[in-house]
């Protein structure tokens, strides 16, 4: 970890009170997902890389519990009895600390895209003043209708900016603004003694709330320095309010992610129909094929071949394998496995190398052990099969007896017939061979061979001449 800004004085609050209203959601808004993170883990990932270490989240009385849920105790918490305006959430904060801090970084829970180098610039912007009392993360020329908007003195040079009078607040326009502007984008440095001093005398504005934006223009009239940063990248300002924000914002984050796979080696085919979250894996000359998602804590290894249309979750895939339209969730697959089209590995599938899984194939809490082939139409659950076995179309392990799932066991290389039914719990010995349609209700030892319905074991001699 990175401490830059770890002096013990620092503190981060970040604020995720708001009602969320315009989501239209029983979600509360900070635990949306976005690229496999909640929205309120950005900001604490952001502060924590830097070395904060001191983090304070201002939650409400309604989202609270949900919020210790994905954070634990990673943070202190602080909550708000009522929205009553980002000025009052960080006087919340403030007064849930148990030392006065010397400096406050404030993040807003729901502006997912400022990344960590823009937070550093804020900081070393605020701290090359002694006497900067607040300095607020702004982006030029971007686009923010619903945004506070900084308003500054005219200037004669197109090269100079004004001086900063003010944060105006989308209530506070009485026109829309659609043009480019400067806009806030709700990160913040202060120095923490006078922002402990001065955020009480916040007043309330027309909406009823107190803005966390009037301390510029309060600072201003006070002739106390205050100075917005620029932030580089005109998105990183982008807020999820509503529902099509959180899809713009999402359309960003994926294109940051899938920039960075390219960059580091990995092949898309068609970026615009690839998601990646941000916390997958991808080793270096696999290729991704379009209209593939890879969600969650999945990894996969070098010189894969991924879809076209996978769907791959929380599940790790080894080197040089071949996944073609199918859906694998909480799964392992080791190096040099074909799966597809058409199956689908549930929770708990473990294939080993070099199996192949052919068409609409299924596979739950199972072992599939090395060198195995299930070509065509089989459900594989609850069951353990050794290596180097051919499992014939349309084999079922029959794992459930409409009150208990039992386990299926398939000896290494043996020869599983097309249409077989395992009605388990039952045990296929190592080598031995079921015939096609075999409903296999017993144990078939080793080396042995069973066919019909139920399937009876045909003697010893005659196996291998079936
Ligand atoms: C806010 C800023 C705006 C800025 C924008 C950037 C204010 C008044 N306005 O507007 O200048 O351009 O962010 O995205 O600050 N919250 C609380 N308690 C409350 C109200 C809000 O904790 O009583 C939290 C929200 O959960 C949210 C954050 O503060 O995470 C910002 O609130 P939101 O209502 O989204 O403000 P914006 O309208 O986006
Ligand atoms: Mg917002």
Known sequence: MNAIISDTEAVGIVLAAGQGSRMRSRIPKPLHSLAGRELIRYPIDVLEQWGVSRLMVVTSPDNGDAIVGVLGDRVSYAVQDSPDGTADAVACGLRALPEPPGLVIVLA?????????????????????????????????????????????????????????????????????????????GVYCFDGPWLSQRIGAVPKSATGERYLTALAGMAVDASERVEAAPIALPDEAMGVNDREQLAAVGAVMRDRINRYWMSAGVTLVDPATTYIDLDVQIGQDSLIQPNTMLTGGTTIGEECEIG?????????????????????????????????????LRPGARIESGVHLGNYVEVKNSRVGSGTAA??????????????????????????????KHQTVIGRSAFIGSDTMLIAPVTVGEGAATGAGAVVTRDIPEGRRAVGVPARLLPQQQSGSD
């Open 375 to 404: 070509g065509h139409f089989c459900y594989l659950g609850d069951a353990d099969i050794g290596d180097g076995v051919n499992v014939g179309a349309g084999t079922i392990t029959c794992n459930y007896d409409g009150v208990d």
């Open 109 to 185: 829970g729901d502006t997912p895209l400022v990344r960590p180098e823009s937070i550093l610039g804020l900081v070393e912007s605020h701290r090359v003043d002694p006497k900067r009392r607040m300095t607020i993360l702004s982006s030029a020329g971007a686009y923010g209708p619903d945004l506070g908007h900084i308003k500054r003195t005219k200037c004669d040079s197109q090269d100079e900016r004004g001086d900063l009078l003010a944060i105006e607040e989308a209530a506070e326009r009485d026109e829309p603004d659609y043009g480019l502007v400067e806009v806030n984008t």
């Open 308 to 344: 076209p249309n996978a769907c791959i979750r929380d599940s790790s895939v080894g080197n040089r394998c071949r996944i073609v339209a199918s859906t694998l969730e909480e799964s392992r697959v080791d190096d040099d496995v074909e799966i597809g089209p058409y199956s689908h």
